[in-house]
Antibody, heavy 126, light 110 residues
Framework: QVTLKESGPVLVKPTETLTLTCTVSGVSLSNPGMGVSWIRQPPGKALEWLAHSFPYGEKSYSTSLESRLSISRDTSKSQVVLSMTNMDPVDTATYYC??????????????????WGKGTTVTVSS | QSVLTQPPSASGAPGQRVTISCSGRTSNIGSNTVSWYQQLPGTAPKLLIQGNNQRPSGVPDRFFGSKSGTSASLAISGLQSEDEADYYCAAWDDSLNGPVFGGGTKLTVL
């Protein structure tokens, strides 16, 4: 059974850098196609994709947040880490770590999130 | 503001059928497959439909997904009280090079 668990600070101050860790169990991060995304959800609002990481160093970021985000993976620890700089109160949200399924077809891409962590709530306040 | 457009709310009585729409563009729904997620109150989202109309193991066949052009729909038949949740659609966007979500639809079972 594949599980993902988020960990990190509950409270960060404005302008600080947020670092979140996703610990993956039940599957190796080095498996081909083992993609992991970070998705967030502000209170009462919709889901927002932040970044994803695949094996062999493939990474991608939300265009609106790219300058503030960094994603990395440590296969030996089975962890995927997301950093977000210059935190602001509008970044207050629940942050989810999810496993991705992706199939790149000639004409169509199938991309979905099939296993979700429980999420970790981060509040940005001084 | 979400890239995919969903109605903010939907409702139906127990046993009825309800449909939730999801509208996008050629770069997302028009070109790629759609997935749907159910988020029960206070919990993480759960995959409900992938590949436009494929139900993962364990998802009841009361949930049906479809896609036509740049729009998709989620139909729920035989509505039950436990279906009361927020529902989100999503698809890969070729222009943004990332997945995009709808704004979510809050389903109320009357």
């Amino acid at each position: 059974q594949v599980t993902l668990k988020e960990s990190g600070p509950v409270l960060v101050k404005p302008t600080e850098t947020l670092t979140l860790t996703c610990t993956v169990s039940g599957v190796s991060l080095s498996n081909p196609g083992m993609g992991v995304s970070w998705i967030r959800q502000p209170p009462g609002k919709a889901l927002e994709w932040l970044a994803h990481s695949f094996p062999y160093g493939e990474k991608s970021y939300s265009t609106s947040l790219e300058s503030r985000l960094s994603i990395s993976r440590d296969t030996s620890k089975s962890q995927v880490v997301l950093s977000m700089t210059n935190m602001d109160p509008v970044d207050t949200a629940t942050y989810y770590c999810v496993r991705i399924f992706r199939r790149l077809g000639e004409l169509s891409t199938s991309y979905y999130m099939d296993v979700w962590g429980k999420g970790t709530t981060v509040t940005v306040s001084s | 503001q979400s890239v995919l457009t969903q109605p903010p709310s939907a409702s139906g009585a127990p046993g009825q059928r309800v449909t939730i729409s999801c509208s996008g563009r050629t770069s997302n729904i028009g070109s790629n497959t759609v997935s749907w997620y159910q988020q029960l109150p206070g919990t993480a989202p759960k995959l409900l439909i992938q590949g436009n109309n494929q139900r993962p193991s364990g998802v009841p066949d009361r949930f049906f997904g479809s896609k036509s052009g740049t729009s998709a729909s989620l139909a729920i038949s035989g509505l039950q009280s436990e279906d009361e949740a927020d529902y989100y659609c999503a698809a890969w966007d070729d222009s943004l090079n990332g997945p995009v979500f709808g704004g979510g639809t809050k389903l109320t079972v009357l």
